[in-house]
């Protein structure tokens, strides 16, 4: 019995370890299946939507940018940032999910949702829209900050954005609408260093800020260059809702059959010794 209670808590140990082990891989294959639906999903409400809805939609984003008289650079990843409803970006949310946008940076290789800033809970669920800043569809003037996790103990959002040079591309889409922004500077700043910025009525800016492991910012600012007449074609498999879920909730449900497994066997040895007592 001794021998049989060691080796399940010796098993339930090598579960245990490996599940820790497994956390950050299963959590960002998570993270990525999550961005790729919210993309999808995004996508598909852009296509869906007809000219003249999308047209009015597309006209009220830009009132709003012109409206705007500096673009309000402050730091997202201060906890003492207000954030807002940013109720303006409403009229680009198609799906009812906050997501307003899509980043694609083909460096990176990674394809984003872009979501409206509630909280510093905003952050984890994709590239955040500041508020006070201009609506991610462009025009004269317009000045966009996006704000990404760049690292922590799951692989940041935007991780590897430092590897980012003047003249390199990224991709913004807004309704139907993908414009093409060309990296001008890369800059990293102290946190006391961001203000707002007068726009610049002749410029179409979209800049990208994340955190440093060092304190610092990492700001990348890109002018538009032009408009992706389509968008690439989505090849995106995903797994139905409740195969993800099962996936990933594999290696709990294993820990706990080990556990329902010696508890059991812990109630049948306790039965044992009281029938062996009955029988002395």
């Known amino acids: 019995m001794k021998r049989l209670l060691l080796g399940l808590l010796g098993l339930a140990l090598v579960v245990g370890i490996a599940a820790v082990a497994l956390a950050p891989t299963v959590g960002n294959q998570y993270r990525l299946w999550r961005d790729a639906k919210a993309v999808s999903e995004y996508r598909q409400a852009a296509e869906a939507l007809d ?147 007068p726009v610049d009525g002749d410029a179409d800016i979209c800049a990208l800020m994340t955190a440093t492991g060092e304190g610092e910012r990492l700001l990348v600012r890109a002018g538009r260059v032009g408009r992706r007449q389509a968008l690439p074609e989505d090849d995106t498999q995903l797994l139905p809702g409740w195969a993800a879920r099962l996936i990933f909730a594999a290696p709990l449900a294993l820990a706990g059959l080990i556990a329902l497994a010696l508890i059991e066997a812990l109630r049948r040895a306790a039965s044992r010794r009281r029938v062996k007592r009955m029988k002395l």
């Not at 500096?70 to 730091?75: G, I, R, S, T, V």
């Not at 952050?123 to 508020?131: I, K, M, P, Q």
């Not at 430092?162 to 609408?177: E, I, K, P, S, V």
């Open 51 to 197: 000219m003249l809805a999308t047209g009015t939609r597309l006209a009220q984003a830009w009132r709003v940018n012109e409206g705007l008289r500096e673009a309000a650079l402050a730091d997202a990843f201060d906890e003492a940032y207000a954030w807002g409803e940013d109720d303006e970006a409403e009229v680009l949310d198609l799906t009812g999910s906050g997501v307003i946008a899509v980043l694609e940076i083909p460096k990176l290789g990674v394809t984003l949702p872009v979501v409206r800033g509630f909280s510093h809970n905003a952050l984890a669920r994709g590239v955040v829209h500041l508020e006070g800043t201009s609506l991610p569809v462009g025009g004269d003037g317009a000045f966009c900050v996006l704000a990404g996790q760049g690292g922590g103990r799951f692989a940041g959002l935007l991780d590897g954005l430092d590897r980012l040079m003047a003249g390199d591309c990224f991709y913004l889409q807004a309704l139907q609408d993908t414009l093409v922004y060309e990296v001008e500077q890369v800059q990293t700043l102290s946190p006391s260093d961001l203000a707002p910025v």
